[in-house]
Every structure is written in C-alpha cells, then in structure tokens.
C-alpha cells in the first residue's frame, strides 16, 4: 500500500475510533482520557496492530495538542484573576505542593530512578486534572457551590506554577547545567512577570491587535501566533506549553471568547491525539509490573489531595460539607500528568508505564471521590458522635451551621467558566446552589 494511502488509512481510523469512545465514555459518564490511553496502548508498539504510516504525523498532532491545551487553559484565565489567586490562594497552593509531590518524588527515589525521575515523578502525582474536575461539577450539578471557588484557585495555582516547573524540568531533562537550568528559569518567571505587566497594563491594546470580525483571520492569527511564540520558547528552553499558556492570558476580552469558541473543536481534536500518542509510545507490556506501585502512588495520593481540599477549603470559610467536597473533586489526575510524562519518557523511560497506570487509575477514581467523600465522611462523624454527626453541616440548612456556609454565592457575581482540557467545557456558573 501507498504511503500516503496507509497514512490515510491508518489516521481515518484512529480518528473515527477515538470518536466512538468518546461518545460510549459520555454515555457511562466517564472522562475520555482513559479510553483514549488505552486505544493508544492497543495500537502502539508492543498492542494488537502497531501503526506505523501515521506515527510520525501522529507525534507532531500530539505537540499541537499540548500546545492547544496550554493556550485553552490560558484563554480561561484573565491577568488580573490570576494575580488575585496568587495572593489569596498561596497558602494553599504550597500546601498542596508539600502534600501531593513529596510522594512522587519519594517514590521515584525508592525505584532508583535519581533526581531528574524524582522531579518528574513529583509533577505527575503533584497535578490535578483541570478537564475531569470541570466535566465532574458540570455532572454533579456544583458550579454554584460554595467550595467551587477553593477548588478553581487550587487548579490556577497549579496552572500557574507549571510555568515555572516546566521549564525547570525541561532543563534538568536535556542535562542543562546547574547555571543553565537557573537561565532557563529566570527566563520563564521574566517572561511570566513580563506577559502579566502586559495583560494587566495594556491588554485592551493587545486584544485589540489581534481582532478581527473575520472568523477565520481570527482562528488564523491567535493560532499562528501561539505556534511562534512555542517555538521560540522551545528553542529558548522554557517550554512551548508554557509559550502558548502566556498567549493565552495576554489576550482577553472578546477576542479570548472568539478564540476560545474558535479553538475548542480543534483542541479536542488534538488533545486526543495526544493522549493516544502518549499510548502508542507505552508498551503495554510494561504496565502490568508497575500496577502495584502505581496503585499504591494513587492511594496515597488520594488522600493527599483530599487533605488539599479540606484545608483550602477550611481557610475560605467553608463548612464541613464542602470542604470534604472540595477534597474529593481534586483526586482526579490527567492531562497535565500525562504531558510531564511524555517530556520525562525519553530520559527516563520507565517513567511512562507507571504514569499510565497511575493516570488511568485515577482518572476512574476521581469521579467517584468526588461523589462519596463527603457522605462517607458524614457516616463516619456520625458514628463517632461528632457535633456534625447529623451530616448536615456545611450545606446551609442545618441549625448549627455557620453564618458563611449558610449564604449562596452573591448571583450579582461575575460569571466564571471552569478551565477544561477535555471534550467537554462547562457553562458558566449563573444560579447558585447550596
């Protein structure tokens, strides 16, 4: 067979399929991405039928997938909303880093894998999955809750520190030097700092630049504009993702709904072929000797990321409902675990079979933690004869319960819409619950 008619073949078919999953992993109720993982593991070197016409291409979807998932995330976010969560949300946030990445990086030390893996290792159990989160409060009906606010700032501080740890990562992984690897992240905290001045102060002047009422001139300048400016962060060592996730806070505005509305069909698209990129280059043969140190990884991480929850959560006011509510919806681990990887695999290639493991585990158990946390937790108080034995507390109807977890988000509040790397955006919050 011709090589172009193998490669059509060949990415016709991977195409329809990951369509077909993703619509059987809606009708379950179920993230795409481990569907997704497994069709690459299926297919790739070691799986039922390697594909090989369409590896090559398949590699350079999977680069325009990050790139698509960091510029997304970045459209989400406005310069001044992300330096507010960093002045209210730190505490969190480091507590959160202590919490979830000591038991990766501990882990990969324990395996022998050295410094670099434990790095590694550390962001993959470190980073809750932004696109499962939102597509789990859309389901559960949260988005007006009381600890939906906690939960967001805990993922943009996450977001946001990815823009420091990715290049530090990138540089320890090409063997940069002590001195190189310190370049490397003063170059990324300027260009941070430098594109945050620039959003905050001039903006309107950026978006400006950028409009246009032509659809496709729009799709077409704020997508090439993402691939230069990826580009020109790769060869600096910073990072393409983190290139196309500072494009994305810079523009803001309609031009950011324009974009956002513009790109989301081709993100999809992208981010799948990641994923199943991601599979393909797994063996599956690899996976079955690390299920127990994944396993045991993801329950601890579990517990470590509910605690997360719990203590932002409580630092905000929030009652005990909500705060166990917060803790649960965070376990779910997924596309940025899964880019760490795919940078980290070259250098450490044990790295990705137990990340696969690790990631599919939890991408199935998120969304059950995120329902039954908080009633187990209710259960337990109860038979322990707490004041909260009822299992009311926090949901604003029970006596007991405090001033703050009593009153619903004010509906005068700005509409916000979740960060969501997946198939599925929710709309934003209007109506509160409580």
Sequence with gaps: MHDTTALLVELGAVILGLGLVGRFAGRIGLSPIPLYLLAGLAFGHGGLIPLKASEEFTMVGAEIGVILLLLLLGLEYSASELVTSLKTQYPSGAVDFVLNATPGAVAALILGWGPVGAVALAGVTWISSSGVIAKVMTDLGRLGNRETPVILGVLVMEDLAMAVYLPLLTAMLAGVSLAGGSLALVIALGAVGFVLYLALRHGRLISRAVSSDNPEMLLLVVLGLTVLVAGVA????????????????????????????????????FAAVFFVFFGLSTNPADIPPV????????????????????????????GSRGRWRAGGTLVARGEFSIVIAGLAVATEPRIGPIATAYVLILVIVGPLTARWTQPLAAKIEARRGSGDGDGKSGDGKSKGTSGAEKEPVAKSAPERRLPSHDDLTPEPAGETRE
């Design 234 to 269: 790769q060869q600096l060592q910073v990072s393409a993702a983190v290139g196309a996730f500072l494009v994305g806070i810079a523009l803001s505005g309609e031009v950011a709904e324009g974009a956002r509305k513009l790109l989301t069909p081709l993100r999809d698209l």
């Design 291 to 318: 299920l127990l140190p994944a396993a045991l990884l993801a329950i601890v991480t579990t517990f470590t990321k509910i605690a997360t929850g719990y203590y932002a959560a409580r630092r905000a006011g929030v």
